[in-house]
């Protein structure tokens, strides 16, 4: 397609599609103008379109490479618009090694990542909101990682651009007609109208900018920063949350040094959990720098969770992290009851070692990630990219509204119109098509 990037698409590409590695099977797929002849030359003939055939795949030599199942998707019709071919091969290592190199003694390629789904966008298949979901649907680890995924896929983000890209469109039809009569010096209200429809397509595009990041958050993830002094017990709490030994406990105040990260699925949210260094006054070198890198972890954190214990009085380096956003729980109380308010907070009573409590802790975790990912209600912006599109169009819109003049105010729509063609990638797209694909896994 015209203006949608120069991109060598006359080569033939292959990758594997399913995991590295053994299993029972490896699909490895290709695509390109000699997808066909590739194909035939492999199976001994082509086989019939979208139809499984089974077959012995050849190299040059005439030697069995393997037996397999063979598909052959000509295009336009394919995933990519090129012709293009799978290869449901005997998933070892050897087996796709032997069958990578005929297709590469063929004259195919490996592809780069992403390079099926780029050259699908090329061609006119999707646009690349839909693109950037099937990355997002791949790296899904999470229900509402996969269903947000699916909704980009399904074209809910590109729906919603496209039609306000239409209603711009005739606005600045009614813009330029309230042009053409006013040089006629007839009255006119057409420009009041296109003044107004601004107006309203500019709030219902904030409306959706004022998400508060759910899209993006629930796509990357929620940070929750364990905040607390030496000994509170925020390693132990951490490896009790996730129920495996992630973090090493002692009874030696400031063992843990780095951030230690793990990976939680809490209601279909996936929360990143970091366990830092102890809060206090630092021996040496090394805890310095674990207690600088707690503070930087709490500032990038979605949500703190400030850990006290019952067996000593609240220190004053986490209480400084105690805000009404922050979780506050009282841990060790196997030990000692827990105080009913921490800076001015009821903390949640929990014992890391007995268990007392976490299920409560556990609830309110969940609840703070559905609300800051947004896992119920869908967020249609899920990358910086969108937020940045619609933010400047709505700009734009502002502008038009303000216009002086109707030629700066058709000026002003003009722009706005493409920076929502930037968003589903029909303008300017050069830029940001590396961007985009970077993040795609290789055989996508
Ligand atoms: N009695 C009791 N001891 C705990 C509890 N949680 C942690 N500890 C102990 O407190 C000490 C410090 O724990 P750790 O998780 O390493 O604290 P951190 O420095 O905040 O990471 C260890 O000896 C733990 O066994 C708890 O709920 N009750
Ligand atoms: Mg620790």
Known sequence: MAGRGAMNTADTIFALASGGGRGAIAVLRMSGPAAGMALAALAGGLPKSRMASLRRLRDEAGEVLDQALVLWFPGPHSYTGEDSAELHLHGGPAVVAAVAGALAALGARPAEPGEFTRRAFLNGRMDLTAAEGVADLVAAETDAQRRQALRQVDGALATLTGAWAGRLTRLLA?????????????????????????????????QHLADGGRGERLREGVLVAILGAPNAGKSSLLNALVGREAAIVSARAGTTRDVVEVRLDLAGVPVTLADTAGLREAGDEI?????????????????????????????????????????????????????????????LAISARSGEGLDALRAALSAAAVRLAGAGDAALLTRPRHRAALTEASAWLAEAEAAALPELGSEALRAALRALGRLTGQVGVEAILDVVFRDFCIGK
């Open 287 to 347: 805890e310095q720098e674990g207690i600088r890198r707690a503070h930087r972890r709490a500032e990038e954190a979605d949500l703190v969770l400030a850990v006290f214990a019952t067996d000593a009085p609240p220190d004053a380096e986490t209480l400084a992290w105690v805000t009404p956003a922050a979780l506050v729980v009282a841990n060790k109380v196997d030990l000692r009851s827990a105080p009913a308010t921490i800076g001015g907070v009821v903390p």
């Open 174 to 206: 009614h813009q330029e007609a309230a042009i053409e009569f006013a040089e006629d010096d007839l009255p006119t209200d057409l420009g009041d109208q296109a003044r107004a429809g601004a107006v309203a397509l500019r709030a219902e595009i904030e």
